[in-house]
């Protein structure tokens, strides 16, 4: 079992910034690959970013340039620095934990953007 705690949501205007955290507990695998995604209102969940153990990193295009995945393996935490935020990115965001057949999901943290 792991267990996936978001934390860093919260309400921001356009135009800045926030770092959300997840911290890994339980049993985790040295290789593992580790994300955030994100669930707008009415819409389909969304693969934001993405980072394996090794430190490879894959973004969703409109996020490119404005947000960072990075993790600490020490810590069994994955960050999301998201800069230049917009409306759009308005949603609740989850990390999840991936394994060969396995997988885990936080109960995620809502990310605010007004205009």
């Known amino acids: 079992q792991v267990q996936l705690v978001e934390s860093g949501g919260g309400l921001v205007q356009a135009g800045g910034s926030l770092r959300l955290s997840c911290a890994a507990s339980?049993?985790?695998?040295?290789?593992?690959?580790m994300g955030w995604y994100r669930q707008a209102p009415g819409k389909q969940r969304e693969l934001v970013a993405t980072?394996?153990?090794?430190?490879?990193?894959n973004y969703k295009d409109s996020v490119k340039g404005r947000f960072t995945i990075s993790r600490d393996n020490a810590k069994n935490t994955v960050y999301l620095q998201m800069n230049s935020l917009k409306s759009e990115d308005t949603a609740v965001y989850y990390c999840?934990?991936?394994?060969?057949?396995?997988?885990?999901w936080g109960r995620g943290t809502q990310v605010t953007v007004s205009s």
């Open positions: 999840r934990y991936t394994r060969i057949g396995t997988e885990y």
């Open positions: 339980g049993k985790i695998f040295n290789s593992n690959l």
């Open positions: 980072i394996t153990s090794g430190g490879s990193t």
